[in-house]
């Protein structure tokens, strides 16, 4: 049974405290989550939510783990676009979506003949 109670964020951008940083890469064993690579000491390394906050995850300390910076940016970039294509289609499934501009194209009107 746990000893610690389950840190929790007041909100979506709340900092998480080094104590539970130290917490985290201790339950992972210091094991970076996307390359299995062993952070070493003097490593940039982040804690990523595991469920990603836009698809409904938690900020808090259970939907964490420990991951090197590098991979993380990556795998933060790859979200970020397909959060954006969930949007846009979300958007033109709504009607929200700005129309197209182009121009309608017509054949011309048809000559007259003169009398």
Same mark, same amino acid.
């Given at each position: 049974?746990?000893?610690?109670?389950?840190?929790?964020?007041?909100?979506?951008?709340?900092?998480? +405290?080094? *104590? !539970?940083?130290?917490?985290?890469?201790?339950?992972?064993?210091?094991? @970076?989550?996307?390359?299995?690579? /062993?952070?070493?000491?003097?490593?940039?390394?982040?804690?990523?939510?595991?469920?990603?906050?836009?698809?409904?995850?938690?900020?808090?300390?259970?939907?964490?783990?420990?991951?090197?910076?590098? +991979?993380? *940016? !990556?795998?933060?970039?790859?979200?970020?676009?397909?959060?954006?294509? @969930?949007?846009?289609?979300?958007? /033109?499934?709504?009607?929200?979506?700005?129309?197209?501009?182009?121009?309608?194209?017509?054949?011309?009107?048809?000559?007259?003949?003169?009398?």
């Amino acid at each position: 049974m746990r000893t610690v109670e389950e840190w929790i964020g007041k909100n979506d951008d709340a900092a998480i +405290p080094p *104590r !539970v940083r130290l917490r985290v890469f201790e339950k992972y064993g210091g094991i @970076c989550q996307l390359s299995q690579r /062993k952070i070493m000491a003097g490593d940039a390394w982040d804690l990523d939510h595991i469920k990603a906050l836009w698809r409904g995850g938690e900020h808090r300390e259970s939907n964490l783990h420990p991951v090197l910076k590098q +991979p993380h *940016r !990556v795998k933060s970039a790859e979200e970020q676009s397909e959060q954006a294509k @969930c949007d846009r289609v979300r958007k /033109k499934h709504l009607g929200l979506w700005p129309q197209s501009k182009a121009k309608i194209k017509s054949r011309g009107f048809a000559k007259t003949r003169e009398a």
